[in-house]
């Protein structure tokens, strides 16, 4: 899966599951840097989805 994607992913799980996932997880290295991911999301026309995803989350 392309980083952008895992990125996306990770996003969701932590929001919804409320801190790391050891079972969705697994085999995607979530260790990127804010600077670096903000670069990918922006760069494969993601980070305006991702924004919107994080700004409209209700929280618990």
């Known amino acids: 899966m392309p980083d952008v994607r895992q990125m996306m992913a990770a ?6 599951r409320v801190g790391k996932d050891n079972v969705w997880l697994r085999r995607v290295p979530y260790t990127w840097h804010a600077a670096e991911a ?3 999301l922006r ?9 919107r995803l994080y700004a409209h989350y209700p929280g618990r």
């Open 43 to 51: 760069a494969n026309g993601a980070f305006e989805d991702w924004a």
């Open 11 to 16: 996003s969701l799980l932590w929001l919804y």
């Open 38 to 40: 903000i670069a990918c």
